[in-house]
């Protein structure tokens, strides 16, 4: 049976080790501020946004929501971003996704201030990761958060082959290019892929990121004895249960490491904002972080 990857726990680490680096800024006078936008009535943002704000005032950190109704224009929430760039007092800016379709979402990402770019989709920092620059610069949170599983659950990325389903910004790009950046041989598969290429190559992956939101698309005859698989995916099924890609039962047997669905990946999205955060507000009052995030 595989070792179950404890998300909750890990990101409970992290959050421990944000709310000590906070406590250094405060004691420079340095105060970490995250702005949240978001914009529109859906629920499961809603509960998504107020987790952020709850996780970001138990560890210290300054964080103003900025709630805005659905038929909010373009020029708004452009506005709104512009004014958080020249804010001070604010390091991050996020705007929840997704958006009304009114908003072009990519606009509003390159809106907003490279240096304060919690997500880190504006093409500015997705150029520095493509292009493995070195010095600091934002990550999206929930491939950041994907590399810190796998580095607490000690699984080796050199060498290895990974495979990646789904080739959205929000996961599986960023992902490809942090595990390329780790000396891994990276394949990135997407809907357009044939089922029975798919179907060789996961068979022949040493770890498996799977995130389409297609409940139990990766079965247990895709992947390999002794494989890692990391499970992104989460859909809500009608009984109100969630359900992963991963065909959690079934996988859990031939793995030797897996995530859940809940409590895998999900909880180390918004810990890894955190985690960004505070170093963004180091970054912006060029002050060294001591302790390394590898020590939670
Ligand atoms: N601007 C952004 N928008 C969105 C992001 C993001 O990183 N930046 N990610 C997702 C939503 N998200 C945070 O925003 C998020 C998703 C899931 C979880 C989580 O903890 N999931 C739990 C299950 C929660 C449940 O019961 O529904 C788990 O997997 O255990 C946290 C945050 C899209 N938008």
């Known amino acids: 049976m595989a070792e179950i990857i404890d998300g909750r726990a890990i990101a409970q680490r992290v959050r421990a080790q944000v709310a000590t680096q ?46 805005l109704s659905a038929t909010t224009t373009e020029a708004e929430v452009l506005a709104l971003i512009q004014r958080l760039n020249h804010d001070a007092s604010i390091d991050a800016i996020l705007l929840q996704s997704p958006v009304p379709g009114q908003i072009n979402e990519q606009a509003m990402q390159d809106a907003i201030a490279p240096e304060k770019d919690v997500d880190g989709f504006n093409p ?45 910004n929000l ?7 942090l595990m390329e950046a780790q000396n891994a041989s990276v394949v990135l598969l997407h809907r357009f892929t044939p089922d029975d290429l798919r179907h060789q190559l996961l068979q022949q992956a040493d770890v498996i990121i799977s995130a389409t939101g297609v409940p139990k698309l990766v079965r247990a005859d895709d992947v390999k004895a002794g494989a890692t698989v990391i499970d992104v995916g989460i859909t809500r099924l009608a009984d109100g249960s969630l359900q992963g890609d991963v065909d959690f039962e079934a996988v859990a047997p031939k793995a030797q490491a897996i995530t859940p669905v809940p409590g895998g990946v999900g909880p180390m999205t918004i810990a890894t904002l955190l ?17 390394g995030w590898q020590n939670i």
């Not at 420079?28 to 970001?56: F, H, T």
């Not at 170093?279 to 060029?286: C, D, G, M």
């Open 275 to 291: 985690q960004t955060t505070v170093e963004l507000a180091a970054e912006h009052h060029q002050v060294e972080l001591e302790a």
């Open 22 to 67: 906070t406590q250094r800024l405060l004691a420079e006078n340095i105060i970490p501020g995250l702005a949240v936008i978001l914009v529109g009535n859906d629920p499961a943002s809603e509960i998504y946004v107020r987790n952020k704000e709850r996780a970001a005032a138990k560890t210290g950190i300054h964080s103003e929501t900025f709630k």
């Open 124 to 168: 500015t920092n997705i150029g520095k990761l493509f292009a493995n620059r070195a010095g600091y610069y934002p990550v999206a949170n929930t491939p950041k958060g994907i590399m810190t599983l796998l580095e607490q659950a000690h699984v080796e990325l050199a060498q290895r082959l990974v495979v990646i389903l789904g080739r959205s």
């Open 171 to 177: 996961v599986g790009r960023p992902l490809f290019a």
